[in-house]
C-alpha cells in the first residue's frame, strides 16, 4: 500500500508540513515524484512517523532521533547509552527547575510577609540579586 503526502499525515496523525520538515531534516525519505501524480509513500513511513513523534514525548530532540533512527536492533548498546545520556540531561533539567522553583518560592514568601504598598519585597529581593551578581 502506497500513501500521498495527505494520506500519510492523517495515518501518523502529523501535518503535512511536519511530514515535509522531517524530509528536510533527513529523517523521513521524501519519494521521487512521478512525472505525473503526486508523491507515494510507503506504508512504513507511518511506523516511522510514529517513532519519531513517541521519542520526541520522550524527550529526544530531532538530531537525537536521527541518531537512533541510524542505529538499527543490532546496536541495543547504542540505543541504551543515548537513553541513559537523555535520562541524565532530563534529571539535570528537574534539579535546576526545582531550584528555580525553590528560589522563586522563598521570593513569594517575602512577598507575604511584607504586605508594604510603599515597595514591592520581590522586586526588592531581585534587584539586590542583580546588584550582587555584577
Given amino acids: 500500500m502506497s500513501l500521498t503526502i495527505g494520506k500519510l499525515a492523517k495515518q501518523a496523525n502529523v501535518t503535512i508540513e511536519t511530514i ?3 524530509q528536510r531534516k533527513g529523517l523521513l525519505v521524501e519519494p521521487d515524484k512521478p512525472a505525473t501524480g503526486y508523491r507515494h509513500y510507503p506504508s512504513a513511513a507511518i511506523s ?3 517513532f519519531i513523534k513517541r521519542a520526541q514525548q520522550a524527550g529526544f530532540t ?3 532521533i536521527l541518531e537512533l533512527l541510524a542505529l538499527d536492533n543490532e546496536h541495543c548498546q547504542d540505543v541504551q547509552t ?3 545520556q537523555k535520562l541524565r ?3 539535570n533539567q528537574l534539579n535546576d527547575l526545582n531550584a528555580l522553583r525553590n528560589a522563586l518560592d522563598d521570593l513569594l514568601k517575602g512577598c507575604q510577609h511584607d504586605q508594604s504598598t510603599q515597595r514591592c519585597s520581590l522586586i526588592e529581593a531581585l534587584s539586590n540579586q542583580a546588584d550582587s551578581q555584577s
Fill in 48 to 50: 516511522r512517523l510514529r
Fill in 62 to 64: 530531532l538530531k537525537e
Fill in 89 to 91: 540531561q532530563i534529571d
Fill in 20 to 22: 515535509r520538515y522531517y
Fill in 82 to 84: 543515548l537513553a541513559e
